[in-house]
């Protein structure tokens, strides 16, 4: 029998520390980084956008995101700490709204699309998450978990350029070479308006990737002479996409990012990106009298959007049909489709959130925005900054937010990143259950 001399009182076990922790070297993170970037790069021809059930396209994405996630995993095991912070009002808006997307395909035209894209957006985050926790627990410096998330795209860029010889014989093909069997895009010849292709991917989706890569190299501590090489490099592939509006969107987070690392002031960086907004309204309403240098981005097309004020007016019917649940999460194809035959989205985030989602995934939609604009402001992150101007500007010509995609992957890191900034996610305190060990 113990004497009651003996009882020891219980004492709470001390948190592990950073130093404690095994680090993730840079490498490791590069690499687990490049596959999930490459998890959104088509490396297989299209098929039909209404093609339901499995396709290779969607098996070597979802492999591709699984393998970076448990990378990710296994390096956190590593560490001696497989635990990261849930509490971060941006990882729960995002799983709420997957809650609310994955509910959705009750009533979806494709049940199964919608709960893969679901779940995808959901791994997103987490992988995100994941990415940011071990950053900060290896002791990086500052910039460099943007220097990891640039070089993995710069590595990606270069990979698929390669890739482009085997794909295109070429290593830099375009839109406007008829030569090329273009069908396996879905496109024809434009040669009026020739667009750098990598892989299979949409032009589009090749401009969010350069544009990125320039936004994260611009806010990372990496050597002053590679950056000088590789932006450059990366605006002239860029320029190449013929892409009017990651352009734009890139140009004014550029800006504001300058304004923000030489002046350390969000104040003014914020007047700027008002201020760039209002230019690039300009820019579309008297385009004609541009110089030639900026008036070539500008065709016949412009005082449409390329035709995608007819796509949204055609998508509010639908809206007002289903306002309050919507069509499922990423099942608007089924219905945009039959009236516009190139559009398998609606081109617009917050339209694309309401047409699928309905009123509440656009209430979550609008509460992230939110948050993510207050974050951008309080904690004055030049990364955070950079993106969420490419994600407001660009977003609205193409869904970013809340699209299983790179954007809306960085976007998660960037908020993940600034949000640790205010707490200590370094520290692990394990509680003993049973014969396990549940950390939180």
């Avoid at 959705?104 to 699309?113: A, E, G, H």
Wanted: charged share 15%; with cysteine; hydrophobic share 55%.
């Amino acid at each position: 029998m113990q004497l009651s001399s003996q009882i020891k009182p219980y004492t709470w076990p001390q948190p592990l520390s950073t130093e404690r922790l095994l680090p993730a070297s840079g490498a490791q993170l590069i690499f687990a980084l490049v596959l999930i970037v490459l998890a959104f790069v088509p490396l297989v021809p299209m098929v039909d956008a209404l093609e339901g059930g499995l396709t290779a396209r969607g098996i070597i994405e979802f492999s591709l995101l699984l393998a970076g996630l448990g990378l990710l995993a296994i390096y956190l095991k590593a560490q001696g700490a497989f635990s990261f912070d849930l509490r971060s009002p941006a990882f729960l808006l995002i799983s709420l709204f997957t809650f609310w997307g994955i509910l959705s395909s009750i009533w979806s035209f494709n049940p199964l699309l919608t709960i893969a894209k679901s779940a995808e957006l959901w791994c997103i985050s987490l992988a995100g998450l994941m990415f940011v926790t071990l950053a900060s627990r290896s002791r990086l410096g500052s910039g460099k978990l943007e220097t990891l998330l640039g070089l993995s795209m710069v590595l990606v860029v270069g990979g698929l350029l390669v890739a482009n010889i085997f794909y295109w014989g070429k290593p830099l093909p375009n839109t406007g070479d008829a030569s090329l069997p273009l069908e396996l895009l879905g496109h024809e010849v434009i040669s009026d308006r020739p667009r750098l292709i990598l892989a299979y991917q949409h032009e589009l989706l090749t401009a969010d990737l350069l544009a990125l890569a320039v936004i994260c190299l611009l806010t990372c501590n990496l050597n002053k002479v590679l950056k000088a090489v590789l932006i450059p490099c990366l605006l002239a592939l860029l320029w190449l996409t013929d892409a009017r509006g990651p352009t734009a969107g890139l140009l004014v987070a550029m800006a504001a990012v300058a304004v923000l690392k030489l002046r350390r002031n969000d104040v003014r960086a914020i007047v700027l990106m008002l201020a760039m907004s209002i230019a690039v309204a300009a820019i579309l309403v008297f385009h004609e009298r541009l110089p030639a240098a900026v008036s070539s981005l500008m065709t016949d097309d412009v005082s449409t959007l390329n035709s995608r004020t007819e796509l949204w007016a055609g998508s509010v019917k639908h809206v007002l049909a289903r306002p309050i649940l919507g069509t499922g999460y990423f099942a608007s194809r089924y219905l945009l489709i039959k009236e516009f035959p190139w559009a398998g989205h609606a081109h617009n985030s917050f339209l694309e959130v309401l047409i699928t989602t309905g009123l509440v995934g656009l209430l979550i939609l609008l509460a992230f925005v939110f948050y993510v604009i207050k974050k951008s402001i309080t904690t004055r992150s030049p990364l955070l900054l950079g993106v969420t101007l490419y994600c407001l500007i660009q977003g609205m010509l193409n869904p970013l937010f809340f699209n299983p995609g790179l954007t809306m992957f960085v976007l998660t890191i960037a908020v993940f990143a600034a949000g640790s900034e205010d707490r200590n996610v370094h520290d692990v305190r394990p509680f003993r259950l049973g014969r396990g060990w549940v950390r939180v």
